[in-house]
């Protein structure tokens, strides 16, 4: 069985920066490609950005491209999220992902997924 665990979350000021962690339970986290979503009140649930199981190609969503930051550190069985000069409309439950296909912002690409971390950014 397969478990996500995201932290990292929590209270930022407009312009402020967080980095979310996820890790993954199993032995098996490189060879997953890895996703982060979110969702706010009342909002489908987005794509965020994804990385492959090697870390050597990324996908960003157009509202956080040139601000967030996908990585992953395979002996850690960790994926990160940096996420700088952050607005109000950032603010919603971040889910991480994982897969056994192709990196993507397709939900239908993963295959297990996590509780959720809340972010929230004050103007």
């Known amino acids: 069985q397969v478990q996500l665990v995201e932290s990292g979350g929590g209270l930022v000021q407009t312009g402020g920066s967080l980095r979310l962690s996820c890790v993954v339970s199993?032995?098996?986290?490189?060879?997953?490609?890895m996703g982060w979503f979110r969702q706010a009140p009342g909002k489908e649930r987005e794509c965020v950005a994804a990385?492959?199981?090697?870390?050597?190609?990324?996908i960003s969503g157009d509202s956080v491209k040139g601000r967030f930051t996908i990585s992953r550190d395979n002996a850690k069985n960790t994926v990160y999220l940096q996420m700088n000069s952050l607005k109000p409309e950032d603010t919603a439950v971040y889910y991480c992902?994982?897969?056994?296909?192709?990196?993507?912002?397709?939900?239908?690409?993963?295959?297990?997924w996590g509780q959720g971390t809340q972010v929230t950014v004050s103007s």
């Open positions: 990385i492959s199981w090697s870390g050597g190609s990324t």
């Open positions: 992902a994982a897969g056994r296909g192709l990196e993507g912002c397709t939900e239908s690409l993963y295959d297990y």
């Open positions: 199993g032995r098996t986290f490189s060879r997953y490609a």
